[in-house]
T-cell receptor
Framework: QKEVEQDPGPLSVPEGAIVSLNCTYS??????FMWYRQYSRKGPELLMY????GNKEDGRFTAQVDKSSKYISLFIRDSQPSDSATYLC????????????FGTGTRLQVTL | EPEVTQTPSHQVTQMGQEVILRCVPI?????FYWYRQILGQKVEFLVS????????KSEIFDDQFSVERPDGSNFTLKIRSTKLEDSAMYFC???????????FGPGTRLTVL
């Protein structure tokens, strides 16, 4: 079983739609959860960072963590063509210099 | 807004040659990382560096790889004798006092011929 599983997509939605992106994980040591956005041939850009189970909102983005189910989600409201990118979930343990373990990324296309 | 920078953006080298990839982390950050992403695959951890020493390294980070922070601002990744399978995007990342938030650079695309 992979440590982090993420559907690679592609996911195509019309402009204005609500997008739901998800990851599951198997390692209970993961305590911190991030979502990165990556445009083609660019570096990952940190979007959201969460620790506790529950929801965290930042503008059009909401990150959700359910540690009991080992399931995390990112919701994008009112999606825009500029949101078209690959979205990577990443997670880490409690060590200060701990590495990030990434999912494969979900490619999102928002169409006009 | 402060950002991580990396040079060069693209490096082409012959198999067996040494390459040095350079990174300037965000000023005042304390934790430094190298990751790589082979085309079409996920981002993979290589090494973390804190307090002038390696904190953790992956199985990929064998004796051919080394890291250095030579002058308090640059952070380098050296591959001593490149192999074809080293072709990938290499990303540098840094984290500050909020050590759980790692910020990535734009990457160096390494092509080994």
């Amino acid at each position: 079983q992979k440590e982090v599983e993420q559907d690679p997509g592609p996911l195509s939605v019309p402009e204005g739609a609500i997008v739901s992106l998800n990851c599951t994980y198997s390692n209970s040591a993961f305590q911190y959860f991030m979502w990165y956005r990556q445009y083609s041939r660019k570096g990952p850009e940190l979007l959201m960072y969460t620790y506790s189970s529950g929801n965290k909102e930042d503008g059009r983005f909401t990150a959700q963590v359910d540690k009991s189910s080992k399931y995390i989600s990112l919701f994008i409201r009112d999606s825009q063509p500029s949101d078209s990118a690959t979205y990577l979930c990443a997670m880490k343990g409690t060590g200060t210099a701990s590495k990030l373990t990434f999912g494969t990324g979900t490619r999102l296309q928002v169409t006009l | 807004e402060p950002e991580v920078t990396q040079t060069p953006s693209h490096q082409v080298t012959q198999m067996g040659q040494e390459v040095i990839l350079r990174c300037v982390p965000i000023s005042n950050h304390l934790y430094f990382y190298w990751y790589r992403q082979i085309l079409g695959q996920k981002v993979e951890f290589l090494v973390s560096f804190y307090n002038n020493e390696i904190s953790e390294k992956s199985e990929i980070f064998d004796d051919q790889f080394s890291v250095e922070r030579p002058d308090g601002s640059n952070f380098t990744l050296k591959i001593r004798s490149t192999k074809l399978e080293d072709s990938a995007m290499y990303f540098c990342a840094s984290a500050g006092s909020s050590y759980n938030e790692q910020f990535f650079g734009p990457g160096t695309r390494l092509t080994v011929l």
